[in-house]
């Protein structure tokens, strides 16, 4: 039976096929082999492609610019305008002049609250401060300042008060509620 079929083999006493691994198996074993360890280098020791969690990151990074260019008053795009430093050092002038009076120079607070510490009245959000800014708070002292100094100046300063939101410096007694 042997001399019939080369690849029989007697191994203790059994008779099994030794054939060769079929040559499109053994395409698809080193062919994996060799795409696994390409798609190693590629994305794990290269810059070139970005990893599946990377890409989401990107992705979400995009959205959230997409979204604050439409929607330049939404909390997203005053947040991501409190990280641009050319918006807060203008918003710094506009605090200078208009809001420094009442608010103190840094923000420490005089005859209005302190915008350093963690206690608001109305809130902390961008919006809420953009509120503020525009529409004021006319029984409580605080003019509107929306149609004094325009979208871009509001928008600008309020970047600012973002930048000085949390720096606790002393001055005014607190107002209002502790606001994480
Ligand atoms: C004439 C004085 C005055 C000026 C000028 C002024 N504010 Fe105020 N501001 C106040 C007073 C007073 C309050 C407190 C209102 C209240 O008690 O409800 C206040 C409240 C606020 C609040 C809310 C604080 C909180 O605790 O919730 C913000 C934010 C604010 N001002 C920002 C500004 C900014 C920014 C400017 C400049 C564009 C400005 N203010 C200009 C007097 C002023």
Known sequence: MSSENPNLRKYD???????????????????TIVFGFGYWIAYHTTDTFKSPP???????????????????????????????????TEGQKVYATTCASCHGPNGEGLVGPNLTDKFWIHGNTGTDILKAVNEGFPDKGMPAWGAVIGDTKARNVTAYVLSIRGKNLPGKEPQGNPVE
């Not at 006493?13 to 062919?31: Q, S, T, V």
């Not at 959205?63 to 409190?82: C, I």
């Open 54 to 88: 990377e890409e989401y990151q990107a992705d979400v990074e995009a959205l959230k610019k997409a979204r604050a260019a439409a929607n330049p008053t939404s909390e997203d795009a005053l947040v991501a305008l409190a990280a641009n430093t050319e918006s807060v």
């Open 13 to 31: 006493d059994i008779l099994e096929e030794d054939n060769h691994l079929p040559n499109w198996w053994l395409a698809i074993l080193f062919g």
